[in-house]
Protein backbone atom coordinates (compact mmCIF):
# COMPACT_ATOMS: atom_id res chain seq x y z
CA UNK A 1 0.00 0.00 0.00
CA UNK A 2 2.77 2.30 0.85
CA UNK A 3 4.41 1.77 -2.51
CA UNK A 4 0.87 2.86 -4.39
CA UNK A 5 1.19 6.57 -2.09
CA UNK A 6 4.32 7.13 -3.27
CA UNK A 7 4.36 10.09 -5.93
CA UNK A 8 6.14 8.86 -9.09
CA UNK A 9 8.50 12.08 -10.04
CA UNK A 10 9.82 12.17 -12.98
CA UNK A 11 13.64 11.02 -11.33
CA UNK A 12 11.82 8.06 -11.04
CA UNK A 13 10.48 7.53 -14.36
CA UNK A 14 13.68 8.47 -15.68
CA UNK A 15 15.42 6.30 -13.36
CA UNK A 16 12.79 3.49 -15.11
CA UNK A 17 13.65 4.05 -18.51
CA UNK A 18 17.69 4.07 -17.80
CA UNK A 19 17.15 0.30 -17.22
CA UNK A 20 14.90 -0.86 -19.94
CA UNK A 21 16.48 -2.93 -23.02
CA UNK A 22 14.41 -1.37 -25.97
CA UNK A 23 15.83 2.04 -26.96
CA UNK A 24 14.11 5.27 -25.79
CA UNK A 25 14.08 8.47 -27.83
CA UNK A 26 12.42 11.70 -26.71
CA UNK A 27 12.13 14.42 -29.33
CA UNK A 28 10.68 17.81 -28.73
CA UNK A 29 8.16 19.91 -31.10
CA UNK A 30 11.19 21.24 -33.18
CA UNK A 31 12.42 17.90 -33.81
CA UNK A 32 15.38 18.20 -31.14
CA UNK A 33 16.65 15.34 -29.10
CA UNK A 34 15.67 15.98 -25.77
CA UNK A 35 16.68 13.03 -24.15
CA UNK A 36 17.84 9.27 -24.86
CA UNK A 37 18.78 6.26 -22.77
CA UNK A 38 21.81 4.24 -22.11
CA UNK A 39 19.82 1.60 -24.41
CA UNK A 40 19.30 4.05 -27.34
CA UNK A 41 23.05 5.42 -27.23
CA UNK A 42 24.50 1.69 -27.39
CA UNK A 43 22.44 0.62 -30.69
CA UNK A 44 23.82 3.82 -32.25
CA UNK A 45 27.32 3.07 -30.77
CA UNK A 46 27.44 6.89 -30.44
CA UNK A 47 27.71 8.96 -27.17
CA UNK A 48 24.73 10.35 -25.80
CA UNK A 49 26.31 14.32 -26.84
CA UNK A 50 26.27 13.45 -30.41
CA UNK A 51 22.52 13.83 -29.89
CA UNK A 52 21.29 15.46 -26.93
CA UNK A 53 20.41 19.18 -28.27
CA UNK A 54 20.73 18.23 -32.33
CA UNK A 55 17.54 17.78 -34.62
CA UNK A 56 17.19 14.79 -36.37
CA UNK A 57 18.21 15.68 -39.75
CA UNK A 58 21.66 17.27 -38.13
CA UNK A 59 22.06 13.74 -36.46
CA UNK A 60 20.90 11.00 -39.04
CA UNK A 61 22.51 13.32 -41.89
CA UNK A 62 23.67 10.39 -44.06
CA UNK A 63 20.03 8.52 -44.21
CA UNK A 64 17.23 9.52 -45.51
CA UNK A 65 16.00 10.86 -41.82
CA UNK A 66 18.02 13.72 -43.04
CA UNK A 67 15.55 14.98 -45.66
CA UNK A 68 12.39 14.40 -43.19
CA UNK A 69 11.22 10.86 -45.11
CA UNK A 70 10.72 7.86 -43.37
CA UNK A 71 11.17 8.99 -39.86
CA UNK A 72 9.51 7.96 -37.32
CA UNK A 73 9.98 10.76 -35.26
CA UNK A 74 9.24 13.40 -37.50
CA UNK A 75 6.47 11.85 -39.39
CA UNK A 76 4.42 11.52 -36.03
CA UNK A 77 5.80 15.24 -35.19
CA UNK A 78 3.66 16.50 -38.38
CA UNK A 79 0.93 14.19 -37.94
CA UNK A 80 -0.24 13.29 -34.21
CA UNK A 81 -0.78 9.91 -35.46
CA UNK A 82 0.95 6.62 -33.34
CA UNK A 83 3.33 4.63 -35.30
CA UNK A 84 3.24 0.97 -34.10
CA UNK A 85 5.27 -2.04 -35.05
CA UNK A 86 7.41 -0.05 -37.49
CA UNK A 87 10.20 -2.22 -38.88
CA UNK A 88 13.08 0.46 -39.58
CA UNK A 89 16.40 -0.07 -41.01
CA UNK A 90 19.42 2.59 -40.64
CA UNK A 91 22.94 2.78 -40.56
CA UNK A 92 24.76 4.32 -37.06
CA UNK A 93 27.80 6.76 -37.89
CA UNK A 94 29.90 4.26 -37.88
CA UNK A 95 27.96 2.58 -40.78
CA UNK A 96 26.56 -0.48 -38.72
CA UNK A 97 23.46 -1.43 -40.23
CA UNK A 98 20.54 -1.28 -37.57
CA UNK A 99 16.74 -3.28 -37.52
CA UNK A 100 14.71 -2.69 -35.01
CA UNK A 101 10.80 -2.64 -34.18
CA UNK A 102 9.94 1.00 -33.14
CA UNK A 103 7.00 2.47 -31.50
CA UNK A 104 6.36 6.32 -31.70
CA UNK A 105 4.07 8.53 -30.08
CA UNK A 106 3.15 11.87 -29.65
CA UNK A 107 2.98 13.63 -26.57
CA UNK A 108 0.24 15.98 -26.25
CA UNK A 109 -1.00 18.61 -23.66
CA UNK A 110 -4.39 20.25 -24.33
CA UNK A 111 -4.22 18.82 -28.04
CA UNK A 112 -1.01 20.02 -29.32
CA UNK A 113 1.90 17.93 -29.56
CA UNK A 114 4.97 18.93 -27.51
CA UNK A 115 6.92 16.23 -28.92
CA UNK A 116 7.38 12.60 -29.44
CA UNK A 117 8.57 9.77 -27.83
CA UNK A 118 10.03 6.61 -29.50
CA UNK A 119 11.21 3.31 -28.32
CA UNK A 120 13.23 0.89 -30.40
CA UNK A 121 13.95 -2.90 -30.29
CA UNK A 122 16.92 -4.13 -31.97
CA UNK A 123 15.67 -7.63 -33.56
CA UNK A 124 19.19 -9.01 -33.70
CA UNK A 125 19.44 -8.30 -29.79
CA UNK A 126 15.91 -9.51 -29.04
CA UNK A 127 16.60 -12.82 -31.01
CA UNK A 128 19.93 -12.94 -29.16
CA UNK A 129 18.70 -12.99 -25.63
CA UNK A 130 15.18 -15.22 -27.01
CA UNK A 131 17.96 -18.28 -27.23
CA UNK A 132 19.66 -17.20 -24.38
CA UNK A 133 17.14 -17.23 -22.17
CA UNK A 134 15.37 -20.42 -24.10
CA UNK A 135 12.30 -19.30 -25.40
CA UNK A 136 13.02 -21.46 -28.38
CA UNK A 137 15.58 -23.89 -29.38
CA UNK A 138 17.38 -23.85 -32.43
CA UNK A 139 15.39 -25.46 -34.86
CA UNK A 140 17.12 -27.48 -37.35
CA UNK A 141 15.14 -28.12 -41.27
CA UNK A 142 16.18 -31.11 -43.35
CA UNK A 143 13.62 -30.94 -46.31
CA UNK A 144 13.21 -33.50 -48.15
CA UNK A 145 13.46 -32.09 -52.30
CA UNK A 146 10.49 -33.47 -54.18
CA UNK A 147 10.29 -30.42 -56.47
CA UNK A 148 12.65 -29.31 -58.76
CA UNK A 149 13.44 -25.50 -57.64
CA UNK A 150 12.74 -22.74 -60.70
CA UNK A 151 15.36 -20.71 -60.10
CA UNK A 152 18.06 -22.48 -61.40
CA UNK A 153 19.65 -23.81 -58.03
CA UNK A 154 19.87 -26.94 -56.15
CA UNK A 155 19.90 -25.16 -52.64
CA UNK A 156 17.98 -23.08 -50.36
CA UNK A 157 19.60 -20.96 -47.29
CA UNK A 158 18.37 -23.23 -44.97
CA UNK A 159 21.08 -25.81 -46.45
CA UNK A 160 23.57 -23.61 -45.27
CA UNK A 161 25.44 -24.89 -42.09
CA UNK A 162 27.14 -22.56 -39.23
CA UNK A 163 26.65 -20.78 -36.52
CA UNK A 164 28.81 -17.82 -36.49
CA UNK A 165 27.62 -14.61 -35.85
CA UNK A 166 29.15 -13.30 -39.25
CA UNK A 167 27.56 -16.09 -41.30
CA UNK A 168 24.30 -15.75 -40.03
CA UNK A 169 24.44 -11.78 -40.46
CA UNK A 170 25.42 -12.73 -44.23
CA UNK A 171 22.53 -15.15 -44.47
CA UNK A 172 19.94 -12.27 -43.13
CA UNK A 173 21.19 -9.94 -45.71
CA UNK A 174 20.83 -12.41 -48.69
CA UNK A 175 18.09 -13.12 -47.66
CA UNK A 176 16.50 -9.68 -47.89
CA UNK A 177 17.81 -8.99 -50.96
CA UNK A 178 16.44 -12.65 -52.19
CA UNK A 179 12.93 -11.47 -51.36
CA UNK A 180 13.67 -8.30 -53.33
CA UNK A 181 12.27 -7.94 -56.79
CA UNK A 182 15.39 -6.45 -58.45
CA UNK A 183 16.34 -5.62 -62.25
Request: proline share 3%; with cysteine.
Amino acid sequence: ERFMELNITKDILFEIIEHLKEAVYIVDAQGKVVYLNDAASQLEQMPKSDFLGKTIDAVYVNTEFHTHRNSPCLDVLASGEIQENENLEWFTGNGTAINAITNTYPIMENGEILGVYEMAENIADLKKRLIEIGAFPRKRTYRMRKKTLHNGTNYIFDDIIGESDALQSTITIARRFAAKKLP
